[in-house]
């Protein structure tokens, strides 16, 4: 995936995304070298990110509840899903749901460290 210099703007774009945080440092770490997240500290010295392709942005918070249940899905797209799930692990996340249960599209489910859950996505070229 390539890199933009921007997001694209639109009525209705997910675009910000507030992400509960036990130890935000952690936290940051884990999607950035899992997902290639540009980690940014502000001014404040709260620590926000962009994703991958600069299309969406957020930052960790601290004082909320992690989403622990499977409500609603955001997913996050990989281009290798084996080797993603194996980062996952490593860097001290939980693989809630293997690929291959949604055949034929290839998704998982994973938590992060907070114990947020997301879920994975990778595209059939």
Avoid at 28 to 34: C, G, L
Avoid at 55 to 82: A, F, K, N, Y
Wanted: glycine share 10%; proline share 5%; aromatic share 10%.
């Amino acid at each position: 995936m390539s890199k933009q210099h921007g997001p694209t703007f639109g009525n209705g774009k997910i675009c910000y995304i507030e992400i509960p945080a036990v130890d935000v440092e952690k936290s940051a770490a884990f999607y950035h070298d899992i997902f290639g997240w540009e980690i940014r500290r502000r001014e404040d010295g709260t620590v926000s990110f962009d994703d991958s392709v600069f299309e969406v942005s957020g930052s960790w918070v601290t004082g909320r509840d992690p989403q622990t249940h499977h409500g609603i899905c955001i997913s996050l797209m990989v281009s290798d899903m084996e080797a993603t799930l194996k980062l996952i692990n490593e860097k001290g996340g939980n693989i809630i749901k293997p690929a291959g249960g949604d055949l034929p599209e290839i998704t998982a489910l994973f938590s992060d460290p907070a114990g947020n859950i997301f879920s994975l996505y990778q595209h059939r070229f």
